[in-house]
C-alpha cells in the first residue's frame, strides 16, 4: 500500500521557519522524483519545489528561491522541505507529490503564517 505521511506543518509568524517531512512506503522511493506542492487558500495547487532521485536536480518556483531547501534520504524514503524566512502569502497547505511511472499524493500539511 501506498503512502506518502506529510508532517511538520503549523503555525508560525512571519520571518520564522518550519521543516516539513514526508514519509513514503510502499514503492520504490529512489526512483522518484520527488515534489512540494501547494494549495493557498480559495487558489490552485501549485508547483513549489522538486528534486530528482538520480542526480538530486532540484527546481524552485522563483517566489521561495533563497527561502526553501528541499533535501531527501533514499535510506529512509524520506523527503525534506526547510522553509525559512516565511512569509504570509506562503500561507497553504503542502502536498508531497511522488512521480515517475506513477504519481502519488499525501494527505497535505497545512502551514499557517500569519502574526
Known amino acids: 500500500q501506498v503512502q506518502l505521511v506529510e508532517s511538520g506543518g503549523g503555525l508560525v509568524q512571519p520571518g520564522g521557519s518550519l521543516n516539513l517531512s514526508c514519509a513514503a512506503s510502499?514503492?520504490?522511493?529512489?526512483?522518484?522524483?520527488m515534489s512540494w506542492y501547494r494549495r493557498p487558500p480559495d487558489m490552485q495547487r501549485e508547483l513549489v519545489v522538486s528534486i530528482r532521485s538520480n542526480d538530486r536536480t532540484t527546481y524552485y518556483v522563483d517566489s521561495v528561491k533563497g527561502r526553501f531547501t528541499i533535501s531527501r534520504d533514499n535510506a529512509k524514503s524520506t523527503v525534506w522541505l526547510q522553509m525559512n524566512s516565511l512569509k504570509p502569502e506562503d500561507t497553504a497547505t503542502y502536498y508531497c507529490?511522488?512521480?515517475?511511472?506513477?504519481?502519488?499524493w499525501g494527505q497535505g500539511a497545512q502551514v499557517t503564517v500569519s502574526a
Open positions: 510502499g514503492f520504490d522511493f529512489s526512483s522518484y522524483t
Open positions: 507529490y511522488a512521480h515517475f511511472l506513477r504519481g502519488y
